[in-house]
């Protein structure tokens, strides 16, 4: 789920940000023009913002509304996501990444709204009636994919004891291992490797076949209720 939920942030920001989102065909010779959500490609095929002056349609300002709170809110539940693998989340938590991918997923298609604004539906003697889906919009389609495949794959995750990855074994010092006068100390530290404020000491001897003696010293913390 988060490598899907990933892929799709990285497409929608991509379909966002290209001035390649969609394409008109030109007329008798005439270059095709591909424009963006946000900017467009001038005749010597730079990529540029609209000019300041440019007042963009509603539908020109839906995409880019909800092109951006797709970018947004997509980015929160990936970076909620690499957070769950060393913080266990609530099954609520997983509800709640779940219903917003759900969300975002029509947001995303949303911005296909921008093949309707006026620079593709005005008439033109260069340019053919209507633009058609270019690299931008193809990319949205496929990060609205990935949105729903990422709810849905959330949805069907089991709900987890632990963290994927555990800080405490990793930090966890190794139990030390000392002799003194011919008897084997073992002292096991409290997990984490500090000691609780309040603790008890627990001493285990055995001695085995061969008369050998091992003592075990035991820390641990005192539970109060």
Known sequence: ALSVVGVGWIFSVVAVGTCEFMERKGKDGTDDSQTGIFNYKDIDDDCKEYPSEYSPDSALEAAQ???????LFGGLVLVAMVVSLFVRFPRWAWITLMSILFA?????????????????????????DGCLPHAGACLAIIAFACWLT??????RLPLLDKAIVNCGDCCAQPPAVYSVGGITHTTIPVAGGAVAPKTKTITKEV??????????TEIVPIITQ
């Open 150 to 155: 990422g709810g849905i794959l959330i949805c």
């Open 65 to 71: 509304a909800f092109g951006i709170m797709a970018c």
């Open 207 to 216: 001695i085995d076949e061969n008369g050998a003696k091992t003592i075990t």
């Open 104 to 128: 975002v997923a029509p947001f995303q298609l949303i911005t296909l709204s921008a093949l309707g604004t006026e620079l593709c539906t005005e008439e033109s003697s260069y340019y053919d």
